[in-house]
C-alpha cells in the first residue's frame, strides 16, 4: 500500500462559478469536468438536479452563461465557458496532478486527487493556495482506502477555525514534538491569547478528532 487520497475543501464563489452555482440548489453539483481545444478558452460542465433551475445570464457581473446541454428527468448537464487562469482545478493540475473528481455545495468546491508522498501534497495545496485564499484539507487517507480495515477518515471541518488555528500552530512551533520544541506559553503568544485558552481550544480540538478516529 502506497501513497496518499486526499480531497480538500475550497471557498470559491468570487472566483468559480460551479462553486457560486451551488448556492441555488440543496444538492450537490457534481461531475465537473473541463476540456479545452488549445485556446484559452475552456469548456466547463457540470451536473445538477433537473428540478432546480441553475441560472446565470452572464450579464449582470461578466460572469460565464450557463447553459443545459442534456436533461433526462433526474439531472440536467449545465455547461459554460470560462478563462484559465482564476480556475483553481486547473491550477492544482498545473504542477502535474491529476484531479479525480470534483463536486461543489454550499459555495465549496470538493476537490479529490491522489498523490505519491506527505511532500507532494504539500505541493498540491500551496498550488491550490495560490487561485484560493480559503483551502482546507478535508481528509487524507493512506493508499488502500476503504480496503485497509484500519483506514480512518477525518473531516478537518468539524474545527472550529480558532480550533484548527491552535493545532496548526501547534504543530508548526514542535509543540507535539518529542521531546517537545514549544511550551504552551509560547504556542499561546504566537496565537494572541492566554495559555489556559490556548489548552481549551486544543483539548476540544484533539476531542473531536480522536472521535472521529476511535468512534466505531
Known amino acids: 500500500m502506497t501513497g496518499l487520497r486526499a480531497e480538500l475543501s475550497i471557498a470559491a464563489v468570487e472566483s468559480c462559478p460551479v462553486a457560486a452555482a451551488s448556492l441555488q440548489t440543496d444538492e450537490p453539483l457534481r461531475d465537473v469536468t473541463w476540456t479545452t481545444d488549445g485556446t ?45 487562469d482564476d480556475c483553481v482545478c486547473e491550477q492544482i493540475e498545473s504542477v502535474g496532478c ?17 498523490v505519491r508522498s506527505n511532500e507532494r501534497l504539500k505541493e498540491v495545496i500551496a498550488a491550490a493556495r495560490e487561485a484560493a485564499t480559503d483551502v482546507r ?3 487524507v487517507v493512506s493508499g488502500g482506502g476503504e480496503e485497509r480495515s484500519d483506514a480512518v477518515v477525518v473531516d478537518r471541518d468539524q474545527l472550529t477555525d ?3 488555528e491552535a493545532v496548526e500552530t ?21 496565537l494572541g491569547v492566554s495559555a489556559s485558552t490556548f489548552r481549551e481550544h486544543l483539548a476540544a480540538a484533539q476531542a473531536k478528532l480522536f472521535g472521529s478516529v476511535f468512534e466505531t
Open 170 to 190: 501547534a504543530y508548526a512551533a514542535g509543540y507535539f514534538a518529542h521531546p517537545r520544541e514549544a511550551n504552551a506559553e509560547a504556542v499561546a503568544e504566537q
Open 98 to 114: 491529476p484531479v479525480d473528481d470534483v463536486r461543489a455545495s454550499d459555495g465549496r468546491l470538493r476537490v479529490k486527487f491522489r
Open 40 to 84: 484559452p478558452t475552456t469548456v466547463e460542465r457540470f451536473d445538477a438536479p433537473s428540478d432546480t433551475p441553475i441560472v446565470h445570464d452572464g450579464e449582470s457581473d461578466g460572469a460565464p452563461a450557463f447553459e443545459t446541454v442534456f436533461d433526462d428527468g433526474t439531472a440536467q448537464t449545465v455547461e459554460f465557458e470560462r478563462g484559465w
Open 137 to 139: 484539507l478535508s481528509y
Open 162 to 164: 480558532r480550533q484548527r
